[in-house]
């Protein structure tokens, strides 16, 4: 086999040619809450594929299902502080680092899918997504956890009467838990991966969450009925870290937020299927499941709740987001 000669510049060429390919992968280290298979999990595998893809390689994602670096509040503050560089996240924690986005909390705000992520991809939601950088966060797109609906162990739940004294588990979320507290119920917050030992223990009686977090979570093993409240519809965020975000190249940039974009459409869409089979699969696992439910005595029963939110937020802005078409 003949001898490859490199004359000596040429082979300090590429030596720094195989060290720059060497240095220039960049790891980014992605987690959230959900379990591998969830909709957050195929929104991350997505988002992972395309900036992959397009940046050839350069990048490379490390997924972390399964609260695997924390909850969502210890996620949060990580790539807040850019140890951590990116997360698929509810908003449950995140109006305590941009109190702007509290308002989309607000339970019977959206009437349905639809109208969610018209607000979400119209000029509304983009606004928010600029409150941001300033609190050293990047998000770069609303995405989707869906409809939240209530799961307890003592009994069915058909109107807010029902929910009286049932402790509840609730996301570290003040928005939510005002709401919950005219319906009777005692929300007690909690992070995530500690839900499923405190149902199971029954420290809590219930929680409530999208039917992909309920399914994919396993809270048939441990709750006996369902009811399909839909009280709040749960947006979610894909968020990078300003210290990621800053070696960003312009180009790149523009990968990323493509790239989020596609992850959005793609965890809608697993949304979209988990609530339209996961009903039917908790039933098979054993769950009782109320589907009619009042949800005008709920949405009565919150009236007191919306003065105040109408105080803290604007009612023209509460306004503003239910007229959206």
């Known amino acids: 086999m003949p001898h490859l000669h490199l004359t000596r510049p040429a082979l300090a060429a ?8 060497a240095q220039a992968q960049t790891t980014i280290k992605i987690g959230y809450t959900p379990a591998q298979g969830s909709h957050y999990s195929v929104g991350a595998t997505t988002f992972c594929a395309e900036v992959e893809k397009n940046t050839q ?6 997924q972390f299902p399964s609260s695997a ?35 989309v909390d607000i339970p019977f705000l959206f009437r349905d899918y639809d109208h969610a992520r018209k607000v979400f ?12 950088p300033s609190k050293n966060l990047i998000a770069l797109a609303w995405t989707e956890n869906g409809f939240r609906h209530i799961t307890n162990s003592k ?30 119920m005692m929300p007690t917050p909690m992070s995530f991966p500690e839900v499923f030992g405190a149902l199971q223990q029954g420290t809590v009686d219930g ?37 990621l975000w800053d070696k960003v190249s312009a180009a790149d940039r523009k990968v990323f937020q493509d790239a989020a974009r596609l992850s959005v459409v793609a965890q809608r869409k ?14 098979k696992e054993g769950m009782q499941v109320v589907r009619n439910v009042d949800k005008a005595a709920f949405q009565e029963a919150l009236k007191p709740a919306y003065v105040a939110y109408a105080k803290e937020f604007g009612a023209d802005r509460i306004k503003q987001i239910q007229d959206v078409r």
């Open 14 to 21: 590429t030596l720094a040619l195989l060290a720059a390919g």
């Open 270 to 283: 697993k949304v979209d299927e988990d609530d339209a089979t996961g009903v039917a699969l908790l039933e």
């Open 155 to 184: 009994r069915p739940i058909m109107k807010p009467e029902d929910t009286k004294g049932l402790k509840v588990r609730t996301m570290e979320n003040k928005v939510h838990m005002d709401g919950y507290r005219t319906f009777g």
């Open 69 to 103: 670096l924390g909850g969502e509040r210890e996620m949060v503050e990580s790539v807040q502080l850019g140890t951590q560089d990116a997360v698929i996240t509810s908003t449950g924690p995140v109006g305590n680092f941009v109190p702007e986005i509290k308002v």
């Open 207 to 243: 929680q409530e969450n999208p039917i992909p977090i309920i399914t994919t979570a396993k809270f048939s093993q441990v709750q006996k009925y369902l009811s399909l409240t839909g009280h709040v519809y749960s947006p979610a965020l894909l968020m990078v870290s300003n210290r």
């Open 57 to 62: 390689n350069r990048y490379k994602c490390q």
């Open 121 to 132: 991809d119209g000029p509304i939601g983009q606004d928010l997504l600029t409150k941001f």
